[in-house]
DNA sequence: GCTCCAATGAAACAAAATTGCAAATAATCC
DNA sequence: GGATTATTTGCAATTTTGTTTCATTGGAGC
């Protein structure tokens, strides 16, 4: 399923590392080498293990939507009514398929998922409605929310 | 405030351009062009466009919260009391600048905004509610979900 | 058909990443 | 504590990648 990455043993080397790259990957070894004191080739090493090792699990470029022309965010609250393990999995790949699904969450509380949802227009979110949730009768109900400013929006993780 | 991102004429090059990014932005420029059809340096100029253009945001590398000791995610949907202007934009520069959290979207329905936070520990989030929510007399309530998987999580949007 | 403009590719160039290796550091064992 | 071993480092050389130059191509407008 999800790959563990549990122990990582990461000094203070590789935070200040990580720090860096959540906000800029694109900078260059040399200049991060002079920010934590280290050689580039030491910097690029233990960028290499961390890579290696899940603890760095992606390099992205972060595209603004509007650009794409997909300029509405909507968060769902989704309550399923059958929570057996079989149904649950099922729904996780249902939503992990959808292009539109930026983000997915099972979670417990009031809801049984959390949806993030990017499309360019609230057609297209009525339509994903119609098809994942109306179409689906392990749904009980759902709950939309629609983003009216995206805030503060990143997957930065702190690095203690 | 949030910057504006126009129409933005992006063709078909560009669009394919930002599908590879939006999954590794480390991919070599040639990689880019053989897979697109264009030269190296007709990629390098597209993305430097795009980049100084807003359309690329930001690139940066996606790190594993468990990693770093960070291994609970949380949703919060917030219910202010007052809405006027004023005190919106108190609670959305309160809650961009706490670290913890990673998402902050101002929305319309039921709640007024919705937080993604990470932290350690369920005692770091105690305290954080301490902190954000009941030391701020303008939250009227505020509902918790526990994230139990991540099921899918990322940034990308459709280029299509 | 001609001019102007923007975008392209090939080649030259610059910069960055990666590798090999010896030295330094840290850890382990007696 | 001291010797041995295993890591990790920095420097220098090498390779790969990114960037600039420049002549050419392909249109759009006239």
């Known amino acids: 399923m999800s790959k563990r990455v549990q122990p990582a043993h990461l000094d203070v080397f590789?935070?200040?590392?990580?720090?860096?790259?959540?906000?800029?990957?694109?900078?260059?070894?040399?200049?991060?080498?002079?920010?934590?004191?280290?050689s580039a080739p030491a910097v690029?090493?233990?960028?290499?293990?961390?890579?290696?090792?899940?603890?760095?699990?992606?390099?992205?470029?972060?595209?603004e939507p509007e650009a794409l022309g997909q300029s509405i965010t909507i968060f769902v609250e989704v309550e399923v009514i059958s929570e057996t393990a079989e149904q649950i999995e099922r729904a996780k790949s249902e939503f992990a398929?959808?292009?539109?699904?930026?983000?997915?969450y099972y979670v417990t509380g009031e809801a049984d998922f959390i949806l993030v949802i990017v499309v360019p227009l609230m057609a297209d979110y009525e339509a994903l409605t119609r098809r994942l949730f109306f179409g689906n009768n392990n749904v009980k109900r759902f709950r939309?929310?629609?983003?009216?400013?995206?805030?503060?929006v990143g997957l930065g993780v702190p690095v203690g």
Not at 44 to 63: L, P, T, W
Not at 97 to 104: G, T, V
Not at 145 to 151: P, S, W
């Open 14 to 38: 590789d935070r200040k590392i990580l720090a860096i790259l959540q906000r800029d990957n694109m900078t260059p070894q040399r200049t991060i080498g002079d920010a934590v004191n280290l």
């Open 44 to 63: 690029q090493r233990r960028i290499k293990r961390m890579r290696e090792e899940g603890v760095i699990r992606a390099d992205v470029s972060v595209v």
């Open 97 to 104: 398929a959808a292009p539109e699904i930026q983000q997915c």
């Open 144 to 152: 939309t929310f629609v983003a009216m400013d995206r805030v503060k």
